[in-house]
C-alpha cells in the first residue's frame, strides 16, 4: 500500500480562523514532508520530519504550525493565515527517514483564504 | 546550489508518437534525480529515480529516462505517447545540503492529441 492520505480535501478559511490539516501514511515510512504548491508551479517545501522529529524548517512563517504525533501522522496547524496563503498543501513520506529515497505524496488540501 | 531545470514549458505530442520531456541538472557530487507526474487537482505521483548503476532508467506507466553524465541530463521519454499521459511533469533531485527535500524544476506541462 503506497498510499498517503490527506483531510480535508478542501478548507475554506477566514483569516481569524484556526483550522489543521491531517496527512497520514501507514506504509512505515519514517520521514514526513509538508509542501506548498501554487497552481501550475512545482511544489516548494515546508516542513521536513524525520523519526518525529521536525529537521527541516525553510523559514515558514510562524502562522503555520507543524505536528508529528507519531510516525504515521503529520499535522499542519494554521492560524491566522493571510489570502496569499491559498494554495496546495501536498503531504509526503519517504522510508527509512531522510534519504535519497523516492518521496510518495497525498492528494492534498486545497486551501483558501478568504 | 543544487537544481534541475526543465527547458520547455509545454511538449505537444500526437497520441502514438514518441515524447520526451527535457531535464538538464546542475549539482556538485552524485546527483540523485526523480521524475513525477501531477494529473490535474492530484498529488504528485512517483515516475521513477536514478541514483547509480545503469544510465536507463524503466519506471511506471513505460515510463523511462536516460541519464547523461557528460550532457548533464536526465529526459523522461515514452515510446508511444497516450492521450491519457497528458499532464505536468516535474523533474526534481534530492541533494543533502536540503535535508534530502526534493528540489523541483518548474514543470512541464504534456499534451498528447489524438
Known amino acids: 500500500d503506497t498510499e498517503v492520505t490527506q483531510t480535508p480535501k478542501h478548507l475554506v478559511m477566514g483569516m481569524t480562523n484556526k483550522k489543521s490539516l491531517k496527512c497520514e501514511q501507514h506504509?512505515?515510512?519514517?520521514?514526513m514532508y509538508w509542501y506548498k504548491q501554487k497552481a501550475k508551479k512545482p511544489p516548494e517545501l515546508m516542513f521536513v520530519?524525520?523519526?518525529?522529529?521536525?529537521?527541516i524548517n525553510e523559514s515558514v512563517p510562524s502562522r503555520f504550525s507543524p505536528e508529528c504525533p507519531n510516525s504515521s501522522l503529520l499535522n499542519l496547524h494554521l492560524h491566522a493565515l493571510q489570502p496569499e496563503d491559498s494554495a496546495l498543501y501536498l503531504c509526503?513520506?519517504?522510508?527509512?527517514?531522510?534519504?535519497?529515497?523516492?518521496?510518495?505524496f497525498g492528494p492534498g488540501t486545497r486551501l483558501t483564504v478568504t | 546550489a543544487q537544481s534541475v531545470a526543465q527547458p520547455e514549458d509545454q511538449v505537444n505530442v500526437a497520441e502514438g508518437n514518441p515524447l520526451t520531456v527535457k531535464c538538464t541538472y546542475s549539482?556538485?557530487?552524485?546527483?540523485?534525480l526523480f521524475w513525477y507526474v501531477q494529473y490535474p487537482n492530484r498529488g504528485l505521483q512517483f515516475l521513477l529515480k536514478?541514483?547509480?548503476?545503469?544510465?536507463l532508467v524503466k519506471g511506471s506507466y513505460g515510463f523511462e529516462a536516460e541519464f547523461n553524465k557528460s550532457q548533464t541530463s536526465f529526459h523522461l521519454k515514452k515510446p508511444s505517447a497516450l492521450v491519457s499521459d497528458s499532464a505536468l511533469y516535474f523533474c526534481?533531485?534530492?541533494?543533502?545540503?536540503?535535508?534530502?527535500?526534493?528540489?523541483f524544476g518548474k514543470g512541464t506541462s504534456l499534451l498528447v492529441t489524438p
Open positions: 509526503a513520506s519517504s522510508q527509512d527517514g531522510v534519504g535519497y529515497y523516492e518521496q510518495y
Open positions: 506504509m512505515g515510512h519514517r520521514a
Open positions: 520530519y524525520s523519526y518525529e522529529k521536525l529537521s
Open positions: 549539482v556538485s557530487g552524485n546527483p540523485y
Open positions: 536514478y541514483i547509480t548503476g545503469d544510465n
Open positions: 526534481a533531485v534530492i541533494t543533502r545540503n536540503s535535508g534530502y527535500a526534493l528540489n
